[in-house]
């Protein structure tokens, strides 16, 4: 069975950093694309960022362009969302997914992601 699961949430001060790990289970990251995702209780779930393992490409939403930074250790089986100078609005459920994909990535990417975890929550106290 393929899955991922997410870790690393947790309490923050808002100018605060948090790294957020998603292990891959059953399968590898190679030519796959993984894809972050959040979710605040009553709001639609949000992609925020992407990245393509083949040639490493990346998309952020401006939200968070300039503060988050995704990344891949293959050898690991784990994609990374470090979180800098968090803010408040931050606060919710970050998501990892991702699926077979051996191109450069894009929005439109997140639309197709496979395997999904169950979320790890990140609260940014002001």
């Known amino acids: 069975e393929f899955q991922v699961v997410e870790s690393g949430g947790g309490l923050v001060k808002a100018g605060g950093s948090l790294r957020l790990s998603c292990s891959a289970s059953g399968f590898t990251f190679d030519e796959h694309a993984i894809g972050w995702f959040r979710q605040v209780p009553g709001k639609e779930r949000e992609g925020i960022s992407c990245i393509g393992e083949k040639d490493r490409t990346t998309w952020y939403r401006d939200t968070v362009k300039g503060r988050f930074t995704v990344s891949i250790d293959n050898a690991k089986r784990t994609a990374y969302l470090q979180l800098n100078n968090l803010k408040p609005e931050d606060t919710a459920v970050y998501y990892c997914?991702?699926?077979?994909?051996?191109?450069?990535?894009?929005?439109?990417?997140?639309?197709?992601?496979?395997?999904w975890g169950k979320g790890t929550p990140v609260t940014v106290s002001s």
């Open positions: 997914a991702a699926r077979w994909f051996p191109l450069e990535v894009a929005e439109e990417t997140l639309k197709w992601m496979e395997y």
